[in-house]
């Protein structure tokens, strides 16, 4: 079953951290370049960071210098360490390709982050 499951949600304080995982199961993510996405309550889905098959990253404009993206393809695992929460921060995180859909087709449950002030 071709899947992305997200997980390391949570509540945490304004200025806390949390480490979000998406793994993928039934096809590789070493080829693609991957990305983390969030949406807020009543709010669009919008893009947060991306990383490359070789490793080159980008970052939304809101997450520089707070987020950090990463990937292990030997665990077809990706990462996103969020440092320096904020409220704003809040929202469910969910992981695909870039562009979305083009080797998963369905989005994942997504994993919930709460910071509260």
């Known amino acids: 079953q071709v899947q992305l499951v997200e997980s390391g949600g949570g509540l945490v304080q304004a200025g806390g951290s949390l480490r979000l995982s998406c793994a993928a199961s039934?096809?590789?993510?070493?080829?693609?370049?991957m990305g983390w996405y969030r949406q807020a309550t009543g709010k669009q889905r919008e893009f947060v960071a991306s990383?490359?098959?070789?490793?080159?990253?980008n970052y939304a404009d809101f997450v520089k210098g707070r987020f950090t993206i990463s990937r292990d393809n030997a665990k077809n695992t990706v990462y996103l360490q969020m440092d320096s929460l904020k409220p704003e921060d809040t929202a469910v995180y969910y992981c695909?390709?870039?562009?979305?859909?083009?080797?998963?087709?369905?989005w994942g449950q997504g994993t919930q982050v709460t910071v509260s002030s």
């Open positions: 695909n390709t870039v562009p979305v859909g083009v080797a998963f087709s369905s």
């Open positions: 990383i490359s098959s070789a490793g080159f990253v």
């Open positions: 039934g096809r590789t993510v070493r080829n693609y370049l």
